[in-house]
């Protein structure tokens, strides 16, 4: 294990992690506010717990009164409010949803399936491995901005990691431990497959002794993590192994391990991911947006009460504009989690500035009340010293937890309060950073996905441009980018994509005259010469996009350079800064190259395209 | 170790691998011909040693005098023409060239870098691996064809492969007595910093210091392996270390080894395989083929007696179709060594049928007289039960041993006699599969790279079509291809590469109506319209060559289907077929889709572009 050098992002606020004492959230809570007390002798505060109040809480200006849970998140939201001298929140506080997880892609080896901050921060080299003081201190930033679950091992369960419900359970167990006390629950994620690998002959939901394999799997789990949240499955998809392989439904999967885990109050977190990965290219029929609704939506109603249907927020994979997933619109007798990455796999990779509670905004705009039961998110976290890759990649922790407990929380306001909390900037400066923030995703989007335009991206690993890169491929991703225009026709026309979603969204996405510009050409297949609204053509908004994300980019690397951050976190930043705008260079060419020499169409304004 | 089940490829005639006790390659003639006259009793023959002879032999029906090594091969060949009952060479023959060499590129961890044929014989887990018996068989095939030096590690030297020359030495040295007895000398690859691994500040080839290095190392290496062919080098090329570390050019590297190296008659070989592998696909005016020539053509007699410059065959990268280096037209006061790759990175990943030997015989044509000091392969050999993947693979490294000893060999005869001496095939059966053979090549071009449109291939693993792939990347190897037409200006008018070439190829190369027409687009930027020398359109010769090679993998594919192979020869030269017959219509339909959506001229015998 590295040595760690205690970098504490936005609980800068907090002198010192309290003592390992604390068994309970409300110990934690005590022993946090004693600690923030001392260095604020001009502030008293008092704690009182109130059982039935659960996670809510209530706050004044001398004291906390909260649930067991609700006791820790009041005390961290009283210590922030009062640390940034801002009004308390007034009335009770009370989270959204019951479930705010975070997925952790974490293999058992130490790598991180899509982390850009470093390996592991549990596991390494087949086992667990950790510093339990960073653990802990793990524990308090979740607990800081009330997320409540960690799913700690990845949707790809490869061994060794199928022992963790089995021969290495007490491991498991005393990891949950270390969270106990920051009210955070253990998720994992399991393998349809594990009767198998004990011994079964068959994985087969219906069977019987299948159900009793996991009815006493689960007895026996929850003995050791009588807390434990619940299993995630990822099943049927991209290779992993799942109830199609015994000619059932995902229904009768997940409502099987639903039945073994329900006695515990456990959960079935089960993946909506599912679609085929081994398309070929040449079917302009099959179009991958459509499979999960296809899949799912006729097993609406069908699922256990504690089954919860994880769905990715668009139709795709994480991309940078997508739309909602119609999935949302459609599963009105089924729970659902919305799922979000944080990872910025898709998304500049912790190099380029990436603020994500933008795009949380928009979501909830369309988000249908009452449709998500549950939220998670793909960490972005990693054994780096500074967390998260880049410095401010914290700020999309931060903001998930702020979004997970109330949707309706705004952007940048929870940018100003993660600036303030995290750096000393005189107010001038904070602004600036908040203004980066705000407009990170804007630029990123405009340089590589500009009008819905997704899937641009380098194969694999998902980091530059390569416009034709999975044009040939088989996983379901196409431009069909030629001489007279590109996109796929998701209209009625074309694959009827559309038909999946409810008035007014379908009407809206049918028509390209209606069409959100942003997505314009997730939606149409449209020409080179097709007019926008401001009378530029396709292709001359295409190139304007490109080199006006470029050169954004690079201011936003001079603003960057103004502001006096601490070391290490400034250099941290300007060298991620200076990879972005190389990175801006590369997409604006590439892309700009790759449609003139298929449009033939020179710049309007005579710039260079190579 | 896996179990190893003694197939022999072309050693079928041979019908058991003789005892260890043979300690040279006349007890090993001896051996083998004792064997071999067991189950042939009408034969006799004698065996007479002249040791001024050296390599060559002379054959009679009754006899073979050779010297130490020629006796071997003698014997070889004697046996194979009593066994084929085809008449004995007459005279005296020689190897056109001294040093005719496999390069393994087998790392210590036991992968070879573009090996299929399964992990390495001799490597595995970081060190020394192997069954004595299966080294042997090499030795064996070896020999039979002439190969007489065996590089046994990559070209790029990484941990622990630098220790071969250093802590175990003792072990190279033993592997090189297993080969002994076939008259194999093994050569090592090098690491040009290997100083610096041992402690020095520097590999600087001007320093005393290190000069000094190199010299107590050549002493003790040859002191353990008093036959060591000598040192092969990957010097400044795709981030290995070199001489440009230094502020020094090639030939002060390679001399510097070269003067360490000569008091044991070691050689120095050099690769000539540098170029910028970071280039901007923006620079139109750096063109890769160019770098070789431009490099080393200034040194030109400033090499030592005892270093060869080993150059690949063309000047870009073993692609299925390319010039001759021009490098072999503008050394003349330096030895140079014509690489081959007999493992197929770029020509099907040994699943693709690809006889090598047509080409060689291009070569051949192309070479000016006396170019030629050494001939190199990189082998095709790996742990797999039929040592080379596809069972006809084995054809490539028979005939690289042929025409390695006589360049002026015939493709189909050689493919004649290692089908005749690998299978029991009737006549019209054995004509088929040579046939096949002869014809492969001409089809894997067809349908990857016709009209020498190299490079259109899946980046990283080199099977497969993406006619894009490389098209922004920083290897320097792009088409260009737009709406407009394809190819690279290679002529005065562009990168003036023709420039590299003497009359008459210059002249030849430089007019695309003289230009041959398999290299048309490796050397000219032309447009779809183009006309043929046949009539044709450009795009529709595109069409035609790669539906043509699509349809003829087909047909490779059923008469394969014909032949009675032994098993397990038979299931897995088909279970191959299969897969080329996907792969070509995959390279098929991309090839023809990419250029119908820039060009967006439809197929003039309507057939399916998708």
Redesign the interface.
């Known amino acids: 294990m590295d040595a760690w050098k205690t970098r504490k992002t936005w609980l800068n606020m907090f002198s010192r992690l309290p003592g390992e004492a604390a068994r309970t959230p409300e110990e934690t809570a005590r022993a946090e506010l004693n600690c923030f007390l001392e260095s604020h002798p001009e502030e008293s505060c008092t704690l009182s717990v109130r059982e039935d109040m659960g996670e809510d809480y209530i706050l004044t200006d001398t004291g906390v009164t909260g649930g067991s849970a609700g006791i820790l998140y009041g005390a961290y939201r009283w210590m922030a409010c009062r640390a940034l001298r801002v009004p308390l929140p007034s009335g009770k506080q009370s989270p959204a949803c019951a479930l705010r997880m975070l997925n952790a892609w974490d293999n058992m080896d130490g790598t991180i399936e899509r982390g850009y901050a470093g390996r592991s921060l549990w596991f390494e080299g087949g086992r667990f491995s950790y510093d339990p003081a960073r653990i802990r201190q793990l524990g308090r930033m979740l607990a800081s901005v009330g997320i409540n679950v960690l799913c700690l091992n990845n949707v790809n369960v490869r061994e060794p990691a199928q022992g963790l419900i089995s021969e290495t359970l007490d491991e498991l167990a005393s990891f949950a431990a270390l969270l106990r006390p920051f009210a955070v629950r253990l998720m994992v994620a399991v393998d349809f497959a594990q009767p198998v690998r004990e011994g079964l002959d068959t994985a087969d939901p219906l069977s019987p002794e299948v159900q009793r394999f996991w009815a006493e799997k689960a007895k026996k789990v929850w003995e050791a993590i009588p807390d434990l949240a619940g299993f995630l499955v990822k099943a049927d998809s991209e290779h992993r192994p799942g109830p199609h392989t015994y000619g059932r439904d995902h229904a009768d999967g997940a409502n099987m391990l639903a039945r073994a885990v329900a006695p515990y109050g456990g959960v079935i977190l089960w993946r909506a991911f599912v679609y085929n990965c081994l398309q070929d290219?040449?079917d302009q029929k099959t179009d991958r947006p459509k499979a999960a609704y296809a899949l799912y939506q006729p097993m609406d109603g069908r699922f256990c009460e504690n089954v919860i249907l994880q769905v990715k927020n668009g139709p795709y994979d994480f991309q940078v504009r997508e739309p909602l997933s119609p999935l949302f619109y459609g599963m009105e007798h089924t729970r659902l989690a919305l799922e979000v990455q944080l990872a910025q796999e898709y998304t500049g990779h912790q190099i380029d500035l990436y603020y994500m509670a933008p795009m949380w905004e928009e979501l909830r705009a369309e988000m249908p009340a009452g449709s998500v039961a549950a939220v998670a998110a793909v960490t972005n976290l990693g054994r780096d010293d500074n967390w998260t890759g880049h410095p401010f990649a914290a700020a999309n922790l931060f903001a998930y937890g702020r979004f997970a407990w109330d949707p309706a929380s705004d952007a940048e306001a929870v940018a100003r309060e993660w600036a303030a909390l995290s750096y000393a900037l005189d107010e001038s400066q904070r602004e600036t950073l908040v203004s980066l923030l705000m407009s990170s995703r804007a630029i990123y989007e405009q340089y590589t996905a500009n009008l819905g335009l997704d899937w641009m991206i380098e194969p694999g690993h998902h980091y530059g441009?390569?416009?034709?890169?999975y044009?040939?491929s088989p996983w379901g991703t196409y431009n069909r980018?030629?001489?007279?225009g590109v996109g796929v026709d998701r209209t009625s026309r074309g694959t009827d994509y559309v038909g999946q979603y409810p008035a007014p969204w379908r009407e809206l996405y049918e028509d390209p005259e209606k069409c959100p510009e942003k997505l314009l050409l997730f939606f149409h297949r449209l020409s080179y010469g097709h007019l926008m609204a401001d009378g530029r053509t396709l292709i001359q908004r295409l190139y304007d996009d490109h080199f006006e994300g470029a050169r954004r980019a690079e201011e936003l690397s001079q603003k960057l350079n103004t502001l006096d951050l601490p070391e290490p976190d400034r250099k941290e930043a300007l060298e991620r800064a200076a990879l972005q705008v190389k990175n801006a260079r590369?997409w604006r060419?590439?892309l700009n190259?790759f449609f003139?020499?298929?449009?033939?169409v020179p710049d309007a304004h005579g710039r260079t395209i190579?």
Chains 1, 2 share one sequence.
Do not use: C, I, K
């Open positions: 290219w040449r441009p390569n416009p034709y890169g044009e040939f980018a030629d001489r007279f590369e060419d590439v190259t003139f020499r298929f449009s033939g190579y």
